[in-house]
């Protein structure tokens, strides 16, 4: 743990992610689970927004009472896998605005290449989450969240399901400010940029794909 990452070691998101993890377990099974754990994630990962208070009434006396201080969020799924965080974030922040964007690899050149990018106004004074469930090599993610700075985002923090120990040094070296919140840190990448032991494409995972 540090300053850079946390990983959520709460019982809760370890069996979920174990339920994940098993080949056999069906698409949509898959994916409830991903919008449960992502919910548990989304706890952590907003642990740290500021708050306020308000003057109330409760039925019993008036008080000051803890509130958010209103910065706005952002949430920004990195496609397509990170649509299946969307849900989970929004049930617990339900006013977040949401973004996408869309990289590639350029076969080539093994650079990621940007084919879509919609981000919601103002990022410069909004929490910017960008959720995609696997850190793997951390080339898309570091790529993308240097479309967000370029957009104007300065709070940014990445939110992912399963990480590796090189898409952590990647993101530590392109962004060392975007804080990374995950389920678990797995061993390696294999030859093929898959987690390991991981759960496999987490897209086709979740959409059936394959
Ligand atoms: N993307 C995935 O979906 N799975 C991995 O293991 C790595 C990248």
């Given amino acids: 743990m540090s300053e850079h990452l946390t990983v959520v070691d709460h019982p809760l998101v370890q069996h979920k992610l174990t339920l994940m993890r098993d080949k056999g377990r069906s698409t949509a099974e898959f994916r409830q689970l991903l919008r449960e754990i992502t919910l548990l994630l989304a706890y952590e990962v907003t642990r740290e927004i500021p708050l306020t208070t308000r003057h109330i009434e409760t039925p019993m006396e008036e008080m000051d009472a803890p509130i958010l201080a209103g910065k706005k969020m952002a949430l920004v799924s990195i496609l397509r896998a990170g649509n299946g965080m969307l849900d989970g974030v929004l049930e617990l922040v339900p006013s977040a605005r ?12 093994l650079k990621p290449v940007q084919y879509y990018f919609k981000a919601p106004e103002g990022l410069k004074d909004r929490l910017v989450i960008a959720v995609d469930p696997m850190l793997a090599t951390g080339n ?3 790529a993308a969240i240097d479309l967000l700075k370029e957009a104007g985002a300065t709070d940014i923090r990445f939110l992912c399901l399963l990480a590796a120990p090189e898409g952590v040094a990647r993101m530590k070296e392109a962004h060392p400010d975007v804080h990374i919140v995950t389920a678990a840190l797995d061993r390696e990448l294999n030859s093929k940029g898959y987690i390991m032991p991981g759960l496999g494409d987490a897209g086709d995972r979740m959409f ?3």
Avoid: C, H, I, N
């Avoid at 973004?99 to 590639?104: A, D, E, Q, S």
């Fill in 98 to 109: 949401v973004g996408f964007v869309g990289l590639y690899r350029d076969e080539e050149t």
């Fill in 140 to 142: 898309s993610s570091a």
């Fill in 208 to 210: 059936g794909t394959k």
